[in-house]
């Protein structure tokens, strides 16, 4: 058992000055309940909080710590680029070398456009989206997250699904009526509603591999379905991979999924820890922004060094050891293996779903394929097997509606120990 003396403390002075006492609302464990765990140092597959307790981390820190903590080659590059100013507020060489390798990694992408978060990259994609096509609706899916612009704040899963919230104050009916909304995996829905708002659809958008419900991963055909229809109608397809790029592939799922998106968003992985996103895709499309185009988009710290460099680092490092997309696919299996095996005995039924090195634990009888399957599904139990984890050193999201995220630096004795811990959790007489 650990103690969490320092985190309560921290966190009743945390809540006098910052709204719930965190900057991003999962982080207050408001659905698992409990206080949060206030960090102070991390290390490869190792986070230590501020009570000196070691934790093995399943967040890292929601994708991007893809290699793990305090990865030395990025931090030694931040280090470096930082003597020479952390800021120009005009272009550099390094911005081109970034957007070149990234156009060398992702399928599909002629042309990139960097900004400071995935929420940035998506917004900015609807819009350009929407002037390049002339049109205003555009449809996602239930459970889906693409960032908190308001637009997308409709259906949205994870942390909006965690906290229960259905319609949310300040974002106007004149937005949310332009967004439409289709079950995860339903591509009858998709041609319903398309077929009902003939020629004013402007984009799909979509996970391609779904993360934000727990790991739901495509169905055979599904995403493939999707590129047909928005062919027949004109739609420009978005892949959202602020999840998946570079994490299940150097070409993300574009790559590893083998369908082709118009439009593609970036984040997480792509910073290397450092506030990043991006969007990028066909020239045709890519060059209605401006400067370019008439599609305005802008930002003061879009491509800043620090980040720039962290995240080149990063992908550069992905790129050039494609192995270890296998090493992370293995570690992933061995780890659901085990959890298999662990949660046998549990008590409850249970799903596992796994894609790459994302993975999730819904206690359900039904597969999870969907929002209203991943919402139908025990997450009291999902709670309780949280925090008997996190009272043994394991760290995974606060939330059943959250993916795991497998870091390479992870190693089997790690993995063990956490299935060791998961076959106990639910069971503590075993
Ligand atoms: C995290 C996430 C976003 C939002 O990215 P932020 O950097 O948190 O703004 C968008 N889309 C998906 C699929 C995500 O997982």
Redesign the pocket.
Known sequence: MTTNTKSKELFARAQRSIPGGVN?PVRAFKSVGGTPIFMERARGAYMYDADGNRYIDYINS??PMILGHAYEPVVKAVQEKAMQSTSFGAPTELEIEMAELIISMAPNVDMVRMVS??????MSALRLARGYTGRNKFIKFEG?????ADAFLVKAG?GVATFNIQTIPGVTAGVSIDTLTAPYNDLESVQKLVNEHSGTIAAIFV?PVA??MGCIPPEPGFLEGLRKICDQEGIVLVF?E??TGFRLAPGGAQERLGVNADLV?Y??VIGGGL?V?AFGGKKEIMQHIAPLGNVYQAGTLSGNPIAMIAGYTMLKTLKDNPGIYKELDEKTEYLHKGLEGALSGCGSPFVINRFGSMLSVHFSDKPVNNFAAAASANNNLFNQFFHAMLNSGIYLPPSAFETWFISAALSKEDIDETIEVAGKALNPSR
């Open positions: 991003s929601w994708g978060s995935g929420t940035e990259a998506c889906c997250y693409h960032g908190h994870s996970e993360g934000n959202d602020v999840m968003t984040g997480k506030p996103g």
